[in-house]
């Protein structure tokens, strides 16, 4: 079921802040926005993989993501040094109801990213599972479909 106009907005302006916060590595606050069983995941070689079948780029909880993003603040880094600047590129948001009041969510991503004088970019899809905790949006699952899985992946970015 397609949602209101005032829901799309409002989902819109979610994954717009989600962006602004990784982009500004304001991660303590990026992971607020995660339910605690968060799933977060990036398929290999198809967009339908199954989790049990294929292998993964990525497959992560809270716990785990939680984890990376110390890593990545962590002063004696050395990938960090300077740390990478990245811009997020969302576009055709759609949203509608899913079961038990979540909203399933999906849109087309662009990620750049600018380290020791290069750029790549990551192009992509996201859909997300949002739940409504406390009052607010959080991130129940997220799963970043790159449609450049199939060419040598430099070290990716939180997506």
């Given at each position: 079921m397609v949602v209101s106009r005032d829901l799309q907005h409002e989902v819109e302006q979610f994954l717009f802040h989600e962006a602004e916060l990784l982009e500004n590595r304001r991660f303590e606050e990026?992971?607020?926005?995660?339910?605690?069983?968060?799933?977060?995941?990036?398929?290999n070689i198809r967009d339908?993989?199954?989790?049990?079948?294929e292998a993964m780029i990525s497959y992560e909880g809270y716990d785990e993501l939680r984890a990376r993003t110390v890593r990545l603040r962590h002063p004696l880094n050395p990938t960090q040094k300077p740390p990478p600047r990245t811009r997020h590129f969302i576009t055709n948001v759609s949203a509608e109801a899913g079961?038990?009041?979540?909203?399933?969510?999906?849109?087309?991503?662009?990620?750049?990213?600018?380290k020791d004088g290069k750029v790549v970019h990551h192009p992509g899809t996201s859909e997300y599972r949002l739940r409504e905790e406390d009052g607010s949006w959080r991130i129940a699952s997220k799963k970043v479909?790159?449609?450049t899985n199939?060419?040598?992946l430099t070290p990716l970015p939180i997506m």
């Open positions: 990026w992971l607020e926005l995660l339910t605690r069983d968060v799933i977060y995941w990036v398929p339908d993989s199954d989790i049990s079948d079961e038990g009041g979540e909203l399933r969510v999906r849109c087309n991503l662009l990620v750049y990213v600018s479909y790159l449609i199939d060419l040598p």
